[in-house]
């Protein structure tokens, strides 16, 4: 996954400068500007740790937007000659950081961010983050582009993601170009709609949309005083509008492989500080390269027998492997530490009968890092590793889920460790990434297995006082192992159907493509934004619903409003997304097949989310979408790996929604899920006050949106957003539903009170949540996470159940001795593969080992089916 950062340089040299008091070096030379933007620059590449980062700079006083309005940014004061003297120290700055920058004549900082940010969105592999104090790049903010706004300085920054951006405004992204067109912007000199401030501009949109909008309707507008206002000034909201909207195709070319960030020089870093007289940062500096390079060498023996050394019944044991996906990884070396030293050994050790039978020894307790990574590895070479009696990442990861990095490097420090030095350091990265001599690889293994062996007591002891231990020892780690073994066992795949699948949607796509010419009257690209905005909006003469700098907007949401007006919308929004369902999900599955095995070999990861969630990656099994058609299909190439078997699904039902029910303890929860009803139905006849009978599609499908509203704590605006309502008729339905269920709303109220005493809330296992924003001033955050609070114990919750139901169908599958696999792990569902006979034993074992996962007050429920793919078995 790829990390481009971008910086709006200017925007953040002017709040360090207005921030910090005027400094200034021994030569007379201003710094303050500098010193925050360099602190500011650390603390990205620190937290955020980008694979691409570039920084834009303002070319000039002038752009494009003055040929619009000559008056634009008019009524700014002139930079102040003690930050214009430190801009140029900013550059000096970045390359010594070999950190890219760019300008360009005519544009702002913000058409650069915009450009680059638009095209490197397209790649779903790239996460984009950019860093601001001007509210203009929340326009940007996309699925996968987030927009750190700073705020009182430069080091507390306010992250919006599309969900932030909604909660804050009720607005999406395109919108907040709509709110400048209205509001102005006094700081850009924008002049918007005098009188109309951001409070009016948000009610207009909410209930208009777009400036359009407004003026289509004008005439619904309420207020007399403000509807003359609207009147007067239409030509300059339009105007206001068009000079709010940043450029996304300014004539800048820049690649990503020029933004790749490159390892500093440390030398030219530490001159320039010398000469800043940036003396607390120097140390930063110093610090860091005393902490990663020059480590003191330990004692690692190097080429023992070893039987020799296994005197012990404990020892950590590190497998290492470079490659990212360790299912295509070959091992560089092994390292063992115990009582009685340090060792290290070639890969070769693996065929040792010796390391075998230690290994397979599950008498001999093993303490590791990653234990699935290491099952895994090792698996691969035939070796079965049993006796895991620790996993210091998944340790980690218990104690604090929200820390910055679990790796052992980052742990050591923490925990004031032996020095781990990080893997960059020891390998490289990119192109220089390589396998160092024996001596230095042994002491970098050495160090990491010591670390591991030294911290384990440590972090068991402070498992135990946060009562997490048995998290940890009796379902985390257990699961780590199970979860290896069916990573390398894989699930089979049938490429010739998957093709056949493919061969399909571009067949349907080309049969599309001419209908949608045929709708059009021309043929035309309809993957050009451009070219397709003039079909919609000029020849069929659409109503424009946004523009920008190059032409029409045609983004989903817009085509999504149109989706009524023409025959042909309807056909482009099905024609992209069967387009995204070949390129992605089949071209992409296609290529994850294992070279060896045939088989895909998705890998779990255990330790990311906050929420206790696994997630899966390279391929993601778990995001296929199955909402068309065309997508369920896909799992149609998922089969048994065995001839005369079948594929079994296990699905938890509603499990959030019985847990809300036992947490809460709502009686009306609790004894609808007793008496087996269908709980939207039974929320909709409370909310709408009907009888069962009465209840009709819309409203089940209405209550159900509310049910699992709840649970994550939506407002008002987000639910009439859902279920496109106003946002008093969506207040209506969740006062009715918490005075249908009382005990929920106490649930809620009490949550946030513990957590804003405790700083932390936790699933029914005791797996925590830190939530220090609890009682942040900043309203955003503050309100963020008292929805986190509610959520997290019951998500988390639901998360550990189907966590302790694999580790105990594990268990089960084993003593039953059968010789059914557990495939895959999505979301609430377990998948199998199941021989023929054994089919009835293993829909009764699965069916009774999930329900019987943890005792709630409420029935778990789980559906079962099976048939000959994945896709028949739903």
Known sequence: MKKLVLVDGNSIAYRAFFALPLLNNDKGVYTNAVYGFTTMLLKVLEEENPTHMLVAFDAGKTTFRHNTFKEYKGKRQKTPPELAEQLPLMRDLLKAFNISYKEL?????????????????????????????????????????????????????????????????????????????????????????????????????????????????????????????????????????????????????????????????????????????????????????????????????????????????QAALVVESLEENYHNASMVGIAIANKNGVYYFDPSVTESDAFQAWAEDETKEKFVFNAKRAVV??????????????????????????ASSHDISDIAKRKKGIQVQDDEVVYGKGKKRHVPGTDELAQHLGRKA????????????????????ELLTELEMPLSVILGRMEQNGVA?????????????????????????????????????????????????????????????????????????????????????????????????????????????????????????????????????????????????????EKGSIILAADYSQIELRVLAHISQDKGLIEAFKNNMDIHTKTAMDVFGVTADEVTDLMRRTAKAVNFGIVYGISDYGLSQNLSITRKKAQEFIDKYFESYPGVKDYMESIVDEARENGFVTTMLKRRRYLPDMTSRNFNLRSFAERTAMNTPIQGSAADIIKKAMVDMAHAMEEKQVQSRMLLQVHDELIFEVPKDEIEVMQDLVKKVMEEAVALDVPLTVDVSSGDTWYDAK
């Open 105 to 313: 004549e005519n544009y702002e900082a913000d058409d650069i961010i915009g450009t680059i940010a638009t095209h490197a969105k397209q790649d779903a592999d790239t996460e984009v983050k950019i860093y601001s104090g001007d509210k203009d790049l929340l326009q940007l903010v996309d699925k996968n582009v987030k927009v750190g706004l700073t705020r009182k300085g430069i080091t507390n920054v306010d992250t919006y993601d599309l969900a932030m951006l909604d909660e804050t405004y009720g607005l999406t992204p395109s919108q907040i170009i709509d709110m400048k067109g209205l509001m102005g912007d006094s700081s850009d000199n924008i002049p918007g709609v005098p009188g109309v401030g951001e409070k009016t501009a948000l009610k207009l949109l909410k209930e208009h949309g777009t400036v359009e909008g407004v003026y289509e309707n004008l005439d619904a507008v309420s207020g007399k005083k403000l509807k003359e206002k609207l009147e007067d000034n239409k030509e300059q909201a339009f105007m206001s509008k068009e000079l709010a909207t940043i450029m996304i195709e300014a004539p800048i070319e820049v690649t990503m492989d020029e933004m790749v960030r490159q390892e500093y020089d440390a030398t030219k870093v530490t001159e320039l500080f010398k000469d800043l007289e940036f003396q607390s940062l120097l140390n930063r500096i110093d610090g860091e390269a005393e902490e990663v390079e020059e480590v003191e060498d330990i004692s690692v023996e190097i080429g023992k027998e070893f039987a020799d050394i296994i005197t012990d019944d």
């Open 377 to 402: 590895t090792l698996g691969w070479t035939g070796v079965r590793v049993e006796g895991v009696a620790f996993d210091m990442q998944i340790a980690s990861y218990l104690l604090d889920p929200s």
């Open 450 to 469: 010591k670390a591991i062996f030294e911290l384990q007591d440590e972090l068991q002891r402070e498992l135990e006082e946060n009562e997490q231990l």
């Open 493 to 641: 795949i049938d490429q010739e159907a998957l093709k056949a699948i493919g061969e399909d949607l571009s067949s349907r796509l080309a049969t599309m493509e001419e209908k949608i010419h045929e709708l059009a009257g021309e043929s035309f690209n309809i993957n050009s934004p451009k070219q397709l905005g003039v079909i919609l909006f000029e020849k069929l003469g659409l109503p424009v619903q946004k523009k920008t700098k190059t032409g029409y907007s045609t983004s989903a949401d817009v085509l999504e409003k149109l989706e009524s007006e023409h025959d042909i919308v309807k056909e482009i929004l099905l024609y992209r997304q069967l387009g995204k369902l070949n390129s992605t999900y089949i071209e992409g599955l296609l290529k994850s097949v294992h070279t060896k095995t045939s088989k895909i070999h998705t890998i779990f990861n255990q330790a990311i989310t906050q929420t206790g969630r696994l997630s899966s990656t390279e391929p993601n099994l778990q995001n296929i979408p199955i909402r068309l058609e065309e997508g369920r299909r896909i799992r149609r190439a998922f089969v048994p790996e």
